[in-house]
């Protein structure tokens, strides 16, 4: 089925639009985007820069996808957003593209919802089936996981990764790394608990739980130090992926500064 594009749309010539695509009114799309089979772009969206974005997904009135990044430092580089398959992006969501200074792409997964004034930061990562509630705020060159909840009116630092499995409660301070499986509360986000209602709804075992619930305890509550609690965690008995997956992102968030393991990147920045 051939793309269906409004009257009143302004699309460039050289934009390549995949067939069954909807484009409504008002939409401007600029000669260096890309969109992918059956995909909806409702009214009033502008699609700018080097942006390509997959299969059916549905981008609602007025968000701005590809703009210049806001980096006072940027050169008019030709960098990219690069965004997947079936994600849904909802009013107003804002996604700059990359400044020079890491891969020169911002890019987003799959199966992800975007919710209402989302704005994510020139250099973001984030993976598949990443929920994002309203007017949440990710600085540039954070890096997200798959399958993170982040609820309403959070912020996040830049240069700060979100681990996997985590959930941030809504109004958050993000000023440090998020451990994964985590759920993080306050201003400043802390570790509250274990997201187990995370984990269960995703198939992780009650062997999983019990054993990251354990390592919460010693990182959290008895405050013994990541390596301590790792030599324990992992000389007690059968190593359980998850236990490797959480210690290695610690090990990393504590060779940055301020939390932030890939904040020694900045200097480069």
Known sequence: MSAQIAATAVVDPRAKIGPGVHIGHFCVIGPGVKIGRDTIVENHVTLCGHTTIGEGNHIFPGAVIGAEPQDLSYQGTDTKVI???GNIIRE???INR????ETGVTEIGHNN????HVHL???VRVGDRVTMANNVMIGGHVHIGNDITIAGGVGVNQFASIGSMSFVSALSKVLH???PF???DGCPARPRCINAIGLKRNGYNEDDVRVLQAAFRLLYKELVGAEVARDRMLSSG???PVLRQLFDFMDESCTGRHGRGRDQRRKAA
Not at 113 to 116: D, G, H, K, R, Y
């Open 121 to 123: 930061g020139h250099d």
């Open 98 to 101: 990359a400044s020079e200074k």
């Open 92 to 94: 107003y969501v804002t």
């Open 83 to 85: 965004i997947g398959d």
């Open 238 to 240: 059968p190593i359980r």
């Open 182 to 184: 985590m759920v993080v």
């Open 177 to 179: 790394d998020v451990p």
């Open 113 to 116: 919802f975007l919710m209402a």
